[in-house]
């Protein structure tokens, strides 16, 4: 689906198009920053493709950096009114955010180039995380003098292990491409050309799969390691007979036994 057949507003772009969500960030003279009118487009797209309840969504970006973080020119000319220019932002990006995280279906980040920022949290909160071979991770915020938002810390964190991205967030180090693969920052690396069409080719197959099946497997996995090991069981237990008494289960029995591909509804 062309960029052109989506909403536009302030850089970001969005829409549903065959049960596939996507939200598009369209600031590549600004490195795809967040200003404080992108960030409220970037909410409102958030809401508005999850409202209309895809199967999947796909974050992308386009230019050479897939998001720098907060816009910094914006901050400077904030002046000592920056603590109520973030405060602005925040208050209705954390929320979206955190929906956007915990939806019941993949979310899938196509990373074409360096992440800084508040850049971070928004490419990690995927589920999935495809990157091109020029990504790489500069946290950025102690170096300004700042600390963490939208999730940089606690999606680097899950990701990296807590020690590691406290020193990476300490340090603001540059982590290139093998290293952020190495280190399961993405989960995939792909020449420039095609990572689009490897984003693309992820998320059909996730638009085609049981979506009930995913929802329950993303509410298991996000719950640990909190949950102990009894409450778990349990909680499998109830999620799995929810399945067996669904359309989905039935037609993965039956395109097993026939030996063919399943349609789920």
């Known amino acids: 689906m062309s960029t052109n057949e989506l909403k536009q507003s302030e850089g970001i772009a969005w829409g549903v198009t065959e049960r596939i969500g996507r939200i598009v960030l369209k600031r590549a003279e600004r490195s795809n920053s967040l200003s404080l009118a992108a960030s409220r487009v970037l909410v409102m797209a958030i809401n508005e493709v999850l409202d209309l309840r895809p199967r999947v969504v796909l974050l992308s970006a386009e230019g050479r950096i897939f998001c720098s973080g907060g816009d910094i020119a914006e901050f400077v000319a904030a002046g000592n009114g920056l603590d109520a220019l973030v405060g602005d932002m925040l208050v209705t990006m954390h929320p979206a955010l955190h929906r ?5 279906v ?3 980040a196509a990373v074409n180039g360096p992440i800084g920022g508040a850049g971070i949290g928004l490419a990690l909160c995927a589920d999935f995380v495809l990157a091109s071979e020029s990504v790489k991770l500069r946290t950025g915020y102690a170096a300004i003098g700042l600390s963490s938002d939208l999730g ?3 999606f680097l964190a899950r ?5 590691r991205a406290q020193r990476w967030l300490m340090l603001s180090e540059t982590i290139d491409a093998s290293g952020c693969l190495a280190n399961g920052v993405v989960d995939a690396l ?11 080719h992820l998320v059909q197959q996730l638009a085609r799969a049981a979506s009930g099946s995913l929802a329950c497997i993303k509410t298991l996995c ?6 102990d ?12 007979l929810a399945q067996t008494r669904g359309p989905d289960a039935k037609e993965g029995i039956r395109a097993f036994l026939e030996r063919q591909p399943p349609r789920f509804n």
């Open 190 to 200: 792909h020449p420039e050309t095609e990572l689009e069409e490897a984003a693309e």
């Open 152 to 154: 940089a810390s606690y």
């Open 106 to 108: 993949p979310i899938v």
């Open 222 to 227: 996000s719950g640990l390691p909190g949950r």
């Open 229 to 240: 090991l009894a409450a778990h069981l349990e909680f499998e237990r109830q999620l799995l």
């Open 159 to 163: 990701r990296v292990g807590p020690v």
């Open 100 to 104: 956007l995280a915990t939806a019941p």
